[in-house]
Nanobody, 127 residues
């Protein structure tokens, strides 16, 4: 049974930092590109960041570039999202997701391409 378990969310002030973690089990982690998505109340789920299987190719939505950093540790089956300079508009439930990839260098920003999802972790940024 595949499980993705996020942690590290919480309440932080404007300008603060958080580090999200997503621990995977039940799958061959190094065969999956990993993504972070978020969903704010009343809004659709949106792409935040993704990282390829093994080459470390990464992508970010424009609003988080230079503030967020995605990384992965294939030895620990874990993907991280370091979030700095947080803003109130970053408030959302953050989800990690896994996307099986044949090619080691690619990733996708499209939620429907991800096969497995975590339960989400709340991030709240106060102004």
């Amino acid at each position: 049974q595949v499980q993705l378990v996020e942690s590290g969310g919480g309440l932080v002030q404007d300008g603060g930092s958080l580090r999200l973690s997503c621990a995977a089990s039940g799958l061959t982690f190094s065969s999956y590109a990993m993504g972070w998505f978020r969903q704010a109340p009343g809004k659709e789920r949106e792409f935040v960041s993704a990282i390829s299987r093994s080459t470390g190719n990464t992508g970010y939505t424009d609003s988080v570039k230079s503030r967020f950093t995605i990384s992965r540790d294939n030895a620990r089956d874990t993907v991280y999202l370091q979030m700095n300079k947080l803003k109130p508009e970053d408030t959302a439930v953050y989800y990690c997701a896994a996307d099986f990839r044949l090619w080691p260098t690619t990733w996708s920003p499209t939620p429907t391409e991800y096969e497995y999802w975590g339960q989400g972790t709340q991030v709240t940024v106060s102004s």
